[in-house]
């Protein structure tokens, strides 16, 4: 294993050559700190997702057995119209693709990527060239602990 040949500042990868292994010194404590936030969510928004995720399941197992076992002829008021009971009766599918838009938009809404330690330093950090040119969009990163990096060309 080589040397590592740089170590450079916080929010700066200075990089002489490619490829080389590289050291970010706080690289790990702001990683820590970005998994901290990112994991820390707030139990009122926890609370709602998985009520509306509940609630998008249900729709959708009432839609799926009144598919199933639903009768074959509803009977509707020509006056009043179709009841919910009844509504539900006529249309079942459309009832279990509603529960399953609940489910998917709340899972969407949700949702939160964690970026890996490479993506992390990638998006975060500015990788410069000995010209000081940022060349985020043309290396990538494997990391090798302790925030050692190997920065290499993507071509």
């Not at 820390?40 to 509940?54: N, W």
Request: charged fraction near 20%; proline fraction near 5%.
């Amino acid at each position: 294993m080589q040397e590592h040949e740089s170590v450079a500042p916080k929010w700066q990868v200075l990089v002489d050559t490619l490829p080389g292994e590289y050291v970010v010194e706080t690289f790990d404590d702001d990683y820590a700190d970005y998994l901290e936030s990112t994991l820390d969510r707030d139990p009122v928004d926890v609370f709602f997702s998985r009520l509306a995720t509940c609630l998008g399941i249900a729709i959708c197992l009432v839609g799926f057995f009144t598919i199933i076992f639903g009768p074959p002829t509803v009977m509707v008021s020509r006056f009043n119209g179709p009841t919910l009971i009844q509504y539900i009766q006529l249309h079942p599918g459309p009832v279990f693709s509603f529960g399953s838009l609940v489910i998917a938009i709340t899972e969407w809404a949700s949702r939160e990527e964690i970026l890996t330690r490479e993506k992390y330093l990638l998006h975060y950090y500015s990788v410069l060239g000995a010209d000081a040119i940022e060349l985020n969009e043309k290396v990538s990163a494997e990391y090798l602990g302790e925030g050692a990096f190997r920065i290499f060309s993507k071509d």
